[in-house]
């Protein structure tokens, strides 16, 4: 029996240009240690493969750039295929590509192959986590008895309605993250750093609170079903501190009734995104988060 395949899961196929044979070798025995990931990679082979995803070009070599732009690049003169030049003299003039050094090693370049499948190829598959769906008559009884209830004990909960901002002055644009699931803080921790902000995360309501009193962000993604304190009561607890409630949050949930989305507002958050999250609403929120 053929083992069962991840409907996320998602092998991504490379071709190269100007890649010595000694680095050809290297990459391969990489690769070779990707299968099982939800994103894979292999060499293109033209039995195989119809085309590549991902064209790595050795940006030491002029013939291989000519190469790459003669198979690849279009009339506007951007290539139509996602690129990645490598260089061992760090050799890299033109940014609008990902760049990545020679020697490979492992961690650098599966890292820098992650974030073209996120930036170029729009492939986020950690967003789409969901959760057990419920029926009306389940949401109507947690309507019936729902109350606020805190796993905070008072002084907890008056330290950070008091609290001040340890650090007050910051030049770029800082995210926090909310979210107990590792997968989903790093694909949202990817697609905020291609956008050129600073990300940082919290797994759990009292490592939020304890990063917010010593740093200032922007805006929060928060994550509504959390062990211990929700994101209902992180989001109540952000909205009374006096230096924290004008930062607006956006709540992550799995959950599409219409009685999590009242309990959102009532909490005091500023948007609302269900996973799975589409790219598309994804930006519009962060843009609309920052004017």
Known sequence: MEAKVSEVDREFCLDLCGIELKDRNVLKRILSITHGRTRSYTLFNPDVNEQAD???????????????????????????????FASRNNNVSNEQYSNTALPFFPTRILNCLD?????????????????????????NQDLNNYSYKTELSKQEIE?????????QNQNN??????????????????K???????????????????????GRFDF?????????????????????NKLTKNIPV??????????????????????????????????????????
């Open 54 to 84: 991902i064209i790595i070009v050795n940006a030491d070599d002029s013939a291989a750039v000519e190469e790459w732009t003669q198979k690849y690049v279009g009339t506007n003169g951007i290539s139509m295929v996602a690129t990645v």
């Open 173 to 190: 644009k800082n995210v926090l993250i909310v979210d107990d699931s590792l997968p989903v803080r790093k694909a949202l921790d990817m």
């Open 250 to 291: 956006v709540m992550l949930t799995s959950r599409t009734s219409p009685f999590d989305k009242v309990k959102g507002r009532l909490a005091g958050c500023d948007s609302y995104l269900t996973k799975p999250v589409e790219n598309e609403k994804f930006e519009k929120v962060v843009a609309g988060m920052l004017i």
């Open 220 to 240: 929060i993604f928060l994550d509504v079903v959390m062990p211990g304190i929700d994101g209902y009561e992180v989001c109540k607890l952000i909205k009374r």
């Open 192 to 214: 905020l750093r291609l956008m050129n902000y600073d990300v940082h995360h919290a797994s759990s309501g009292r490592e939020a609170l304890h990063t917010l009193q010593n």
């Open 115 to 139: 974030e073209v499948t996120v930036k170029d190829l729009k492939y986020t598959p950690e967003l789409r986590i969901e959760e057990p769906s419920e029926d009306t008559e389940t949401v």
């Open 159 to 167: 330290t950070f309605i008091g609290s001040r901002s340890q650090i």
